[in-house]
Protein backbone atom coordinates (compact mmCIF):
# COMPACT_ATOMS: atom_id res chain seq x y z
CA UNK A 1 0.00 0.00 0.00
CA UNK A 2 1.50 3.51 -0.46
CA UNK A 3 1.48 6.34 1.73
CA UNK A 4 0.55 9.22 -0.75
CA UNK A 5 -2.27 11.23 -1.33
CA UNK A 6 -4.23 11.05 2.03
CA UNK A 7 -3.67 7.02 1.63
CA UNK A 8 -2.21 5.25 4.54
CA UNK A 9 -0.97 2.13 5.24
CA UNK A 10 -3.08 1.59 8.04
CA UNK A 11 -6.27 2.18 5.90
CA UNK A 12 -7.46 -1.30 5.98
CA UNK A 13 -9.25 -2.58 9.62
CA UNK A 14 -8.35 -5.89 11.25
CA UNK A 15 -11.36 -7.92 8.77
CA UNK A 16 -9.78 -5.76 5.51
CA UNK A 17 -12.31 -3.01 5.47
CA UNK A 18 -10.68 -0.43 3.98
CA UNK A 19 -11.10 2.86 7.08
CA UNK A 20 -10.59 6.35 6.53
CA UNK A 21 -8.85 8.57 9.44
CA UNK A 22 -12.32 8.43 11.14
CA UNK A 23 -11.95 4.67 11.29
CA UNK A 24 -15.09 4.29 9.64
CA UNK A 25 -15.42 1.99 6.31
CA UNK A 26 -15.04 4.63 3.26
CA UNK A 27 -16.96 4.51 -0.01
CA UNK A 28 -16.37 4.02 -2.89
CA UNK A 29 -16.86 6.89 -5.70
CA UNK A 30 -16.02 7.02 -9.29
CA UNK A 31 -13.65 9.76 -10.83
CA UNK A 32 -15.22 12.63 -13.20
CA UNK A 33 -11.65 13.60 -14.05
CA UNK A 34 -10.31 13.36 -17.85
CA UNK A 35 -7.64 11.76 -16.73
CA UNK A 36 -9.45 9.16 -14.42
CA UNK A 37 -12.60 9.06 -15.53
CA UNK A 38 -14.45 6.41 -14.32
CA UNK A 39 -11.81 4.97 -11.77
CA UNK A 40 -13.05 3.91 -8.62
CA UNK A 41 -11.69 5.41 -5.44
CA UNK A 42 -12.14 5.28 -1.62
CA UNK A 43 -12.70 8.21 -0.05
CA UNK A 44 -14.35 9.42 3.84
CA UNK A 45 -17.90 9.00 3.94
CA UNK A 46 -18.28 12.59 5.34
CA UNK A 47 -16.41 13.99 1.81
CA UNK A 48 -19.24 15.97 1.46
CA UNK A 49 -19.25 17.68 4.63
CA UNK A 50 -16.10 20.20 4.81
CA UNK A 51 -15.16 20.66 8.24
CA UNK A 52 -16.11 16.45 8.74
CA UNK A 53 -14.05 15.06 5.64
CA UNK A 54 -10.92 13.62 6.43
CA UNK A 55 -9.35 13.87 2.98
CA UNK A 56 -8.87 10.14 3.40
CA UNK A 57 -8.23 8.83 -0.49
CA UNK A 58 -7.53 5.61 -1.93
CA UNK A 59 -7.30 4.57 -5.07
CA UNK A 60 -9.25 0.94 -5.11
CA UNK A 61 -6.59 -0.65 -8.03
CA UNK A 62 -4.55 0.60 -5.32
CA UNK A 63 -2.04 2.14 -8.08
CA UNK A 64 0.07 5.13 -7.63
CA UNK A 65 -0.02 7.90 -9.77
CA UNK A 66 3.48 9.99 -10.34
CA UNK A 67 3.19 13.39 -8.96
CA UNK A 68 0.44 12.62 -7.24
CA UNK A 69 1.43 13.06 -3.56
CA UNK A 70 -0.24 15.76 -1.58
CA UNK A 71 -0.03 17.01 1.27
CA UNK A 72 -3.85 16.03 2.18
CA UNK A 73 -2.69 13.64 4.94
CA UNK A 74 -0.70 16.27 6.33
CA UNK A 75 -3.75 18.53 6.78
CA UNK A 76 -6.01 15.40 7.95
CA UNK A 77 -3.98 14.87 10.40
CA UNK A 78 -4.06 18.81 11.55
CA UNK A 79 -8.16 18.18 10.77
CA UNK A 80 -7.84 15.26 13.41
CA UNK A 81 -6.14 17.12 16.04
CA UNK A 82 -8.17 19.96 16.20
CA UNK A 83 -11.23 17.90 16.06
CA UNK A 84 -9.28 15.99 18.86
CA UNK A 85 -8.96 19.42 20.81
CA UNK A 86 -11.83 20.50 20.17
CA UNK A 87 -14.01 17.45 22.22
CA UNK A 88 -11.17 17.44 24.61
CA UNK A 89 -11.99 20.71 25.32
CA UNK A 90 -15.82 20.45 25.34
CA UNK A 91 -15.38 17.41 27.76
CA UNK A 92 -13.10 19.31 29.96
CA UNK A 93 -15.87 21.81 30.53
CA UNK A 94 -18.13 19.37 30.85
CA UNK A 95 -16.28 17.81 33.34
CA UNK A 96 -15.35 21.17 34.94
CA UNK A 97 -19.57 21.78 34.98
CA UNK A 98 -19.61 18.53 37.01
CA UNK A 99 -17.19 19.17 39.42
CA UNK A 100 -18.87 21.92 40.55
CA UNK A 101 -22.42 20.51 40.83
CA UNK A 102 -20.48 17.71 43.36
CA UNK A 103 -18.68 20.17 45.08
CA UNK A 104 -22.33 21.63 45.82
CA UNK A 105 -23.63 18.28 46.78
CA UNK A 106 -21.30 17.56 49.10
CA UNK A 107 -21.78 21.20 50.99
CA UNK A 108 -25.47 20.12 51.45
CA UNK A 109 -24.04 16.81 52.62
CA UNK A 110 -21.62 17.69 55.53
CA UNK A 111 -24.46 20.57 56.38
CA UNK A 112 -26.63 17.69 56.72
CA UNK A 113 -24.29 15.71 58.83
CA UNK A 114 -23.89 18.76 61.11
CA UNK A 115 -27.42 18.81 61.40
CA UNK A 116 -27.82 15.11 62.35
CA UNK A 117 -25.09 15.58 64.61
CA UNK A 118 -26.38 18.19 66.38
CA UNK A 119 -29.81 16.43 66.50
CA UNK A 120 -27.96 13.26 67.99
CA UNK A 121 -26.29 15.01 71.07
CA UNK A 122 -29.84 16.91 71.50
CA UNK A 123 -31.56 13.32 71.84
CA UNK A 124 -28.48 12.23 74.09
CA UNK A 125 -29.02 15.16 76.26
CA UNK A 126 -33.30 14.63 76.49
CA UNK A 127 -32.28 10.80 77.51
CA UNK A 128 -29.78 11.84 80.05
CA UNK A 129 -32.12 14.18 81.31
CA UNK A 130 -35.19 12.14 81.43
CA UNK A 131 -33.34 9.39 83.03
CA UNK A 132 -32.26 11.54 85.63
CA UNK A 133 -36.11 12.57 86.61
CA UNK A 134 -36.88 8.66 86.53
CA UNK A 135 -34.16 8.28 89.02
CA UNK A 136 -34.79 10.56 90.74
CA UNK A 137 -38.52 9.45 90.88
CA UNK A 138 -37.65 5.94 91.73
CA UNK A 139 -35.73 6.97 94.48
CA UNK A 140 -38.53 9.64 95.97
CA UNK A 141 -40.54 6.31 96.00
CA UNK A 142 -38.74 4.14 97.84
Excluded at 48 to 58: E, H
Excluded at 72 to 80: A, E, M, Y
Amino acid sequence: MSHRGGSSSRSENSIGVVCCYHNLPAVTNRAGTESNSGRRFYGCKFWMVPKKNCNFFRWVDGAVDEGDASNSGIDSTILNLQENLRLAEAKAERRKKERKIVVQELRKVNNDVRVIRHMFAVVIFLNVALLAVVLANRSSMI
